[in-house]
């Protein structure tokens, strides 16, 4: 099979990567700041150290600062909480509400293997 974008991968690798850190940071501002939307009423502690995580490593991995350990971070952090917070409801992701993080945790598995890539902080400090 023909990879007809194979040639822009560098760049559509940087767009993913972008959009699923921006999206995870998203994840942590709500549990943190309650921005954009309202987050939980009241955080725990685990709560409150998911919020800094999903914060800090979604921006990195958005800006591509070290991308590839947050995204290793982030990984293990969706594992968690998928054997914590959904499995004990099902085995299966789609009957237990886990989907969303079975597949962030592969995402963050395969951005962590491959770093920060084009258009990132890493870049722009490794010309230097």
């Known amino acids: 099979m023909e990879r007809f974008l194979g040639k822009?991968?560098?760049y559509i690798y940087a767009i993913v990567r972008f959009i699923a850190g921006l999206m995870f940071a998203m994840h942590g501002s709500?549990?943190?700041f309650g921005w954009p939307v309202a987050g939980p009423p009241?955080?725990?502690g685990?709560?409150?150290?998911a919020g800094i995580i999903e914060l800090v490593c979604g921006l990195m991995i958005a800006l591509g600062l070290l991308a590839g350990y947050a995204a290793f971070l982030a990984?293990?952090?969706m594992a968690f909480a998928y054997f914590i917070q959904h499995y004990p409801h099902g085995f299966l992701?789609?009957?237990n509400q886990g989907?969303?993080?079975v597949l962030n945790c592969f995402l963050f598995l395969y951005i962590a293997s491959q770093g920060s890539g084009t258009w990132s902080i890493d870049r722009l400090l490794k010309r230097k």
């Open 8 to 10: 822009y991968s560098p």
């Open 30 to 32: 709500q549990k943190l």
């Open 42 to 44: 009241h955080l725990t």
């Open 46 to 49: 685990l709560l409150q150290a």
């Open 75 to 77: 990984a293990g952090e």
């Open 93 to 95: 992701p789609i009957a």
């Open 99 to 101: 989907d969303l993080a």
